[in-house]
């Protein structure tokens, strides 16, 4: 058991979290309980993922997509004041790392996927930048893009969206978790072969194949699974916690 305040501050530092400018707060987004022994993890806090975490008997609730995003709605009505309900009666913590997540060099999203399937790291998508989302490396061999496909959804459990850019063997490769289409500019500048990510967008298409670029749309969630569960695992072997990852289908 941990002091809820202490994994808090232990997940800010390990993450450098406020070195980021985001989209959503990061860290603890809703207080529960302050002692903590069960840690429930999953991609996005939505209802289902509550019940299931309280149906867990978790003290901390873990995400990659937390709540209070910029732009939303501000009023505590509808989808927000039931999961906001859920989470206050029943004392469950939500904590929530949002890019943190993406870039951390050893639990990030980007380079767990790339352990996942094999994919050796040579550096930043983004040139110049430390703390670059993405990522550019190489495969361990070659590839036809229809083998890269396949080897996608054998280690996703979903078959990607496959654009054609190029019939040549694929062997460098660039990739960037989640809804990060528009990083496809930033890949045909590294002259890799490839671009993997989870969305797609229509001009996505044209721009792969009019730059000689294979792209892949692997699925937001699926690409954005093992950040948090590396994350999770960390923190119990830390602190002594028990931690279960619950995977709530989203074929997005």
């Known amino acids: 058991m941990v002091d809820r305040n202490t994994l808090v501050d232990y997940c800010n530092t390990l993450l450098a979290s406020d070195a980021f400018n985001?989209?959503?707060?990061?860290?603890?987004?809703?207080?529960?309980?302050?002692?903590?022994?069960r840690i429930v993890t999953g991609v996005t806090a939505s209802q289902d993922l509550l019940d299931a975490a309280v149906a867990a008997q978790a003290d901390l609730l873990l995400v990659h997509h937390g709540y209070f995003w910029k732009g939303e709605s501000a009023p505590v009505t509808g989808i927000k004041q039931r999961r906001l309900k859920t989470l206050l009666s029943n004392d469950l913590n939500l904590l929530a790392y949002h890019l943190p997540l993406d870039v951390h060099a050893e639990l990030g999203n980007n380079v767990q996927l790339a352990k996942l399937l094999g994919w050796q790291v040579r550096g930043p998508l983004e040139l110049g930048n430390p703390r670059s989302v993405g990522l550019v490396g190489e495969l361990p061999q070659?590839?036809?893009?229809?083998?890269?496909?396949?080897?996608?959804?054998?280690?996703?459990?979903?078959?990607?969206?496959?654009?054609?850019?190029?019939?040549?063997?694929?062997?460098?490769?660039?990739?960037?978790?989640?809804?990060?289409?528009?990083?496809?500019?930033?890949?045909?500048?590294?002259?890799?072969?490839?671009?993997?990510?989870?969305?797609v967008s229509e001009p996505t298409v044209h721009a792969a194949r009019e730059n000689g670029i294979n792209f892949y749309a692997a699925g937001h969630h699926a690409t954005e699974r093992y950040g948090v569960q590396a994350l999770g695992e960390h923190l119990a072997q830390q602190f002594g916690l028990e931690h279960r990852f619950i995977d709530m289908d989203n074929p997005v």
């Not at 990061?26 to 309980?33: I, P, R």
């Open 22 to 37: 985001d989209y959503c707060p990061n860290g603890l987004q809703v207080e529960g309980t302050q002692q903590v022994q």
């Open 142 to 199: 070659a590839q036809t893009g229809e083998q890269l496909a396949q080897a996608l959804a054998a280690a996703l459990g979903r078959a990607p969206l496959f654009i054609a850019g190029h019939q040549r063997a694929v062997k460098r490769i660039a990739w960037c978790t989640g809804a990060a289409q528009g990083y496809i500019d930033k890949a045909i500048a590294q002259g890799v072969d490839a671009f993997v990510t989870g969305e």
